[in-house]
């Protein structure tokens, strides 16, 4: 079945460095790709998605590439900021069959910014 | 444009009584979504539904937990009876065609 795979946390960091953290998977045909961020005390919420090979998507200062050959989404960011203290999940959805709208996620990576 | 919206955001009871978790999904939306969150087993999905039609309850731990939802507008999760290892956060996200899920903020149950 379709699985996502995250880099394992928790990553620490200071302010102004730069960020990636990595996302792998394995599924049937051309799923969509996305990452969900996830603040203290709150629910997920989109922070940017992809849905063909090669595409880009961004938001925030975050970046991450539909990388078919490699079946890879990292997420990239070139200066972090304390407020972007938060867990990253990755996550797939194949729109097709009887799973289509089922995100399947990544585990989570925990994101701790120092001032 | 309101998001998702879930009640109550907490909710703290004794083992033994039922619990009843409620979500509004955005206007349009035609797929809605019940997970649970702990640190144990993070982010796992317990049903999901279709215009209003249960897809998936592979999820649904036991026969305790039972979801509904009888219109566009409104689902409920319920456990009964509620037990001590039931204490998690439960989210509820509405998506329309394009897969994207929008979340609530969660409910926070405690069960004594």
């Known amino acids: 079945g379709d699985s996502v795979t995250q880099m394992e946390g928790p990553v620490t960091l200071s302010e102004e460095a730069f960020l990636t953290i990595n996302c792998t998977y394995t599924a049937t045909g051309y799923p969509s790709l996305f990452w969900y961020v996830q603040y203290p005390g709150e629910g997920l919420q989109l922070l940017l998605k992809?849905?063909?090979?090669?595409d880009k998507g961004s938001n925030k200062g975050f970046e991450a590439t539909y990388r078919k050959e490699t079946t890879s989404f990292h997420l990239e960011k070139g200066s972090v900021q304390v407020s972007d203290s938060a867990v990253y999940f990755c996550?797939?959805?194949?729109?097709?069959?009887?799973?289509?709208?089922?995100?399947?996620f990544g585990q989570g990576t925990i994101l701790t910014v120092h001032p | 444009d309101a998001g998702v919206i879930q009640s109550p955001r907490h909710e703290v009871t004794e083992m033994g009584q039922e619990v009843t978790l409620r979500c509004k999904p955005i206007s349009g939306h035609n797929s809605l979504f019940w997970y649970r969150q702990t640190m144990m087993r993070g982010l796992e999905l317990l049903i999901y539904f279709n215009n209003n039609v249960p897809i998936d309850d592979s999820g649904m731990p036991e026969d305790r937990f039972s979801a509904k939802m009888p219109n566009a507008s409104f689902s409920t999760l319920k456990i009964q009876p509620s037990e001590p290892r039931d204490s998690a956060v439960y989210f509820c996200?509405?998506?329309?065609?394009?897969?994207?899920?929008?979340f609530g903020d969660g409910t926070r149950l405690s069960i004594l």
């Open positions: 996550a797939l959805i194949y729109a097709g069959g009887t799973s289509y709208g089922k995100l399947t």
């Open positions: 996200a509405s998506s329309f065609q394009d897969g994207t899920q929008h």
């Open positions: 992809a849905t063909k090979a090669d």
